[in-house]
């Protein structure tokens, strides 16, 4: 079965500080995953998906299957970056969260 | 954004009572999912349709039903409210079937709360 951690359930860092976020997943297939993004009581927007290997809002993220990895960088946080981070993957059609991890971007 | 309305968007029922959530998508994608959101455990599956009358069970089904009558209905049944249903559901949907995988697209979200 495939699973999606998250190990920091919150992180908090300064303006234009950089910024990781830790997913690790374990998944028996080629894996595809996800960042969502919730902002305060929002919706969830997504972020990136790593076949896409874009960056959106200065943030990337590259899929390493070695490590089984799939961390989320932004070199200089923004204040509008605060919010709930969600790393997920997608097997048959479903998508499967981790815990999410709470960004706080100080001034 | 996803043409997708939830609906309520507030409700606080009482134990025992049922509750149905509605999800209206006007994206006319194939599937459609409820979530849950709790804190500590992310969003987990509840249910998800692939097509009309088609629906599945997610990891956390147990306590809800859903039916899909329409492509661009889906709705969330509690038949007995309980206190740990407590949550915010969000409904999601994706075109998915394609060679490229779709990602979900999210609603708004109802948050129930059951006193």
């Known amino acids: 079965a495939q699973r999606v951690t998250q190990p920091e359930k919150l992180l908090s860092v300064f303006k234009g500080a950089p910024v990781e976020l830790k997913c690790n997943y374990s998944y028996s297939g080629s894996p595809e995953l996800f960042w969502y993004v919730q902002y305060s009581r929002q919706r969830l927007q997504l972020l990136l998906r790593?076949?896409s290997r874009e960056s959106i809002k200065g943030f990337t993220a590259d899929l390493n299957k070695g490590e089984t990895s799939f961390h989320l960088k932004k070199p200089f946080a923004q204040e509008e970056d605060s919010a709930m981070y969600y790393c997920?993957?997608?097997?048959?059609?479903?998508?499967?969260f981790g815990a999410g991890t709470t960004v706080t971007v100080r001034a | 954004d996803a043409g997708i309305t939830q609906s309520p968007r507030h409700k606080v029922t009482e134990t025992g009572t049922p509750v149905t959530l509605r999800c209206h998508q006007t994206?006319?994608?194939?599937?459609m999912y409820w979530y849950r959101q709790d804190p500590g455990h992310g969003l987990r599956l509840i249910h998800y349709?692939?097509?009309?009358?088609?629906?599945d069970k997610g990891e956390v089904s147990d306590g809800y039903s859903v039916s899909r009558s329409k492509t661009e209905d889906f709705l969330l049944t509690l038949e007995s409210a309980t206190s740990s249903q407590t949550s915010v559901y969000f409904c999601?949907?994706?075109?998915?079937?394609?060679?490229?995988?779709?990602?979900?697209?999210f609603g708004n979200g109802t948050r129930l709360t059951v006193t």
């Open positions: 997920a993957l997608m097997s048959d059609y479903k998508l499967s």
């Open positions: 994206e006319n994608h194939r599937y």
């Open positions: 790593h076949i």
């Open positions: 999601a949907i994706s075109e998915a079937g394609t060679a490229r995988r779709s990602p979900l697209h």
């Open positions: 349709s692939y097509g009309v009358k088609d629906t």
